[in-house]
């Protein structure tokens, strides 16, 4: 009779497996990949655009679902981003959930108002988000870009936005911002945040620099109805105020000395013909040294050193690089001298635009102090626009591609 | 008090004071230090190990004159019947609050962070259900259990921890001093009844194998306390800075949604188990402390049988304030603050009352 009890309660355990209330079964739920954020219209808060990612979509055995797309789009407006899981249903059959959601994806617009922060901390109360979701601004409104976004190899959008991002981050022409570090560096203020910045709007615009351009700049053709990922948007303690070009994004991780970013191919002015560019691939040696003096309570002195080592590509103006050890002086000199130029530029930007600074100073600021009283009353953030700051590259060359020399053009064309 | 036949040894009670103690990192007790310490907070458990260190000294000089008796029985014969009466049942009062409080949060944590749908009274009838279910076991079994369990609670904390630490910027350690040093010291100071379970655990020294393992478990178990407790706060403070960390409810649970273990996201699911396995021991724990110093005070003698009686008694108050999100955070604060004091300086008056009447000369000469 014992025996029988103590089964019979091992049994009733099994029940409890299964969750209790909160007990999930696959093919009863919606799942969001993507959650949009636009401004409402009129009385409505916002407005929601989710992407649902079909599950039977490129599986192998494709039972009834064989014709059905990989995702589906829905916009519709609501109160905030929880009460929007049930006012989907009127539309969506099955329970949504953001258990597999990645992307967090706001409007330009909407972002820039002053209130967008209130329905950001939304994303902090559901368990189902989680903080290394990523954050992307989009330069349209949010729920035209998730639609109308159809990449045509990339054709799942988990996989599409997932490589499309990764790729981003690698090359750095977007930041890597995701919502744990949006919240970080909204909660101290004194920083700026950079988010990715994408867009499927194209306005070609002509640069003197290959790589100066946002997302929707770059003279694409060919493929339609495939966004651009490039640049970053600049966050001042929660509000967006002002955008970076890529080239801009990629000079800020290279000033930033939190960050190691590897690998970005950048293109330099050739010091030996005016016409053509050297591409060379970037990366850095160790992370930025900065060095922060503060005296007397006044605005810092910033010292930053960035050793970087660069494997030259291509060799355009036929010059005799490799061998000849003073013209090899020259062009390191030439990129050490554009860098810092470029680099100077965008600090100036920072200061005069936005007064403060994306590249992580504050941090370095914060080991001058002892105490945080003491940090709190320098008030770094108004100290920040009229700090010196000197800024010196050192270039090693590397490289100079798997065949190193090229013919003289004189040579060639006797 | 029966249970003579099985008596713990050294490292079964090194691992229940590791899981009452140092799995406190997984709770809302690294919030309570950033809110006062800010970035400094992991200096907090050095400053309390240290503090605690100094009490330890102090008890394991009293209960080594009375060789085999308890902290109740060392009590009553040096404050007599009356008076003992009363600083065990402050002592009581204390533990059952502290096992009240603290099982609402952790019932809280897990409707809050894993089972938003599920009623909180069911999950909390659970959890003490559970442990009434091995309270009832004995302090044995108990100690076996943890025993079993510690390998894995460890590795799964530590896998955690590691992880975090990797992904955090140490800039965020500065400035480094916090809110100021005397600050940093005074807060810590304040908040020393993290450690002071160490006080209710000298109950357990008759159901020990002697004094010595006793001893011995303690200082390796601070040891062990203090390790997880600074690296816990720091590897949160890594990832989140001191801003963002103090608005966090439970940095360990969003700590594990936040990593991920090579290409596998969502891994919070490999590390709740382990920490769920864990408070279920730690309540354990709690409820038969509990359970014997009430039995002594009302005479009862087979204590055992009142553990149900007294988890449903637990269950029913704690369920009963609304939200845990202000009352139960309040109430911890409160009870911390009010068993500081008790901690620190009741193994000193006992010190003091146990030379008074000569008792610690006598152990010397023996």
Redesign the interface.
């Known amino acids: 009779m014992k025996r029988l009890t103590r089964v019979i309660v091992f049994l009733l355990c099994i029940v409890?497996l299964a969750?209790?209330?909160?007990q999930k079964q696959v093919e009863k739920h919606a799942y969001v990949f993507a959650i949009g954020l636009d401004k409402g219209e009129e009385n409505d808060p916002i407005e929601v655009t989710y992407i649902i990612v079909n599950p039977d979509y490129g599986s192998q055995q494709q039972g009834g679902g064989a014709n059905e797309p990989a995702f589906e789009t829905i916009t519709f407006p609501a109160n905030d981003i929880i009460s929007a899981k049930d006012t989907a249903n009127v539309i969506v059959a099955k329970e949504i959930t953001y258990?597999i959601a990645r992307l967090v994806s706001v409007s330009e617009d909407f972002a820039k108002e002053p209130d967008f922060i209130r329905w950001m901390y939304d994303l902090t109360k559901d368990?189902e988000i989680?903080?290394?979701l990523q954050l992307l601004v989009t330069k349209e409104k949010t729920s035209d870009f998730l639609k109308n976004n159809k990449p045509v190899l990339e054709t799942r959008p988990h996989e599409y936005y997932k490589q499309a991002l990764e790729r981003g981050k690698e090359t750095s022409m977007i930041p890597f911002s995701d919502l744990?570090t949006f919240?970080?560096i909204t909660?101290?203020g004194e920083d700026l945040y950079l988010s990715m910045y994408g867009t499927l709007e194209k306005t070609p615009t002509t640069n003197e620099s290959t790589d100066n351009f946002k997302a929707g700049e770059l003279k694409a053709s060919g493929i339609s109805g495939q966004a651009q990922f490039a640049g970053s948007a600049v966050f001042m303690q929660g509000k967006m105020i002002g955008t970076l070009t890529a080239e801009e994004t990629r000079l800020a991780y290279l000033l930033n000395n939190?960050l190691n970013p590897q690998g970005m191919v950048m293109t330099f002015q050739d010091p030996k013909h005016e016409k053509y560019k050297v591409a060379g691939r970037v990366s850095l040696d160790s992370p930025a040294k900065v060095k922060l003096s503060i005296r007397d309570n006044k605005s810092p002195k910033i010292n930053v050193h960035i050793p970087l080592n660069i494997k030259i590509f291509t060799n355009h103006s036929m010059v005799n690089y490799t061998k000849d050890y003073s013209k090899k002086e020259i062009l390191k000199k030439s990129i050490e001298k554009e860098l810092e130029q470029k680099m100077n530029t965008l600090v100036e930007k920072t200061k005069q635009e936005y007064k403060a600074q994306p590249f992580?100073w504050s941090?370095?600021a914060?080991?001058k102090?002892?105490?945080?009283?003491?940090?709190n009353s320098y008030n770094w953030l108004k100290k920040y626009p009229d700090a010196e700051v000197s800024i010196s590259v050192n270039v090693r060359l590397g490289q100079f591609g798997r065949q190193s020399e090229v013919p003289k053009m004189k040579e060639l064309r006797k | 008090m029966g249970q003579h036949e099985n008596r713990v040894g050294t490292k079964e009670l090194v691992a229940i004071i590791f899981i009452m103690m140092g799995v406190k990192v997984g709770d809302d007790t690294p919030p309570i230090l950033y809110d006062v310490l800010?970035?400094a907070a992991w200096m907090g458990p050095i400053i309390i190990a240290l503090l605690t260190a100094v009490i330890l000294f102090v008890l394991f000089k009293v209960a080594s004159a009375y060789k085999q008796k308890g902290l109740i029985d060392i009590v009553f014969h040096l404050f007599g019947k009356y008076l003992g009466w009363i600083i065990l049942f402050v002592l009581w009062l204390g533990i059952s609050a502290a096992t009240i409080i603290d099982s609402s949060i952790y019932s809280d944590i897990i409707v809050?962070?894993?089972?938003?749908?599920?009623?909180t009274i069911?999950i909390y009838l659970?959890l003490m259900a559970a442990c009434t279910y091995g309270a009832k076991k004995g302090f044995g079994q108990i100690g076996s259990v943890s025993w079993a369990v510690f390998p894995y609670i460890t590795a799964s904390l530590i896998i955690a921890l590691v992880i975090s630490l990797r992904n955090g910027?140490t800039?965020?350690f500065?400035?480094?001093?916090?809110?100021?040093?005397m600050e940093v010291i005074k807060e810590s100071i304040i908040k020393t009844s993290i450690l002071s379970d160490y006080l209710f655990l000298f109950v357990f020294i008759p159901f020990m194998k002697d004094l010595k393992s006793f001893k011995k478990a303690s200082w390796i178990g601070l040891i062990l306390i203090t390790l997880i407790l600074i690296g816990g706060i720091m590897s949160f403070l890594l990832?989140?800075?001191?801003?963002?960390v103090q608005?966090l409810d439970y940095p360990f649970h969003?700590v594990i949604?936040?990593i991920?273990l090579g290409f596998l996201?969502?891994v919070e699911t490999l590390f709740f188990p382990f920490w769920l396995i864990s408070s279920l021991v730690r309540f354990t724990v709690y409820l038969y402390i509990s359970a014997v110093i009430m039995g002594r005070l009302f005479k009862i003698n087979n204590f055992e049988y009142a553990i149900p009686a007294l988890a449903t008694v637990f269950v029913f108050i704690g369920y009963i304030p609304e939200s845990p999100d202000y009352l139960i955070f309040h109430l911890r604060e409160n009870l911390l603050n009010i068993l500081t004091p008790i901690f620190i300086f009741l193994p000193f008056i006992l010190w003091a009352v146990a030379k008074l009447k000569g008792d610690l000369r006598r152990e010397k000469t023996n």
Do not use: H, V
């Open positions: 409890l969750g209790c209330w909160d258990d368990p989680r903080r290394d744990l919240f970080r909660e101290t939190t992580g941090l370095t914060r080991k102090f002892s105490t945080i009283p003491e940090f | 800010k970035n809050t962070m894993y089972f938003p749908k599920t009623p069911i659970l910027t800039a965020f500065f400035p480094f001093f916090g809110p100021g040093e990832i989140f800075d001191y801003r963002s608005m969003e949604r936040y991920q996201t969502n």
